[in-house]
């Protein structure tokens, strides 16, 4: 599980930079068992996910910041993103994807 403060491109606020660095470590680490995972005749699919702002401890210090409509449950996100590795093939390998399924740059 990932998080969006792992992408580079993205990253406009600075700070963080155990949890960015490490989440950035992570994609770099899922993109390339996607490449190695993606060959052969047993191809595996790998991806990266941010789940959303989710109500959680370790986001609860964090509520006040989150726009109206943008705090999930668990089980919210949970199912959004099922329903992207539900339909995901071999060629969505690689990706890194917010919990609607949207790319997020590396």
Known sequence: ?????????????????SYRSSK??????????????????????????????VDTDLSRP??????????FTVEYSISKMLETVDNATIEDTGRYVAWDG???PF
């Open 1 to 17: 599980m990932s998080a969006r403060v792992g992408s580079i491109q993205d990253n406009g606020l600075g700070g963080w930079y």
């Open 24 to 53: 950035a470590a992570l994609n770099m680490a899922t993109k390339n068992l996607s490449i190695e995972l993606g060959r052969g005749k047993k191809r595996v699919i790998c991806m990266a996910f941010h789940p959303g702002t």
């Open 62 to 71: 964090y509520h006040r910041g989150v726009p109206p409509g943008k705090l």
């Open 102 to 104: 949207q790319d997020i």
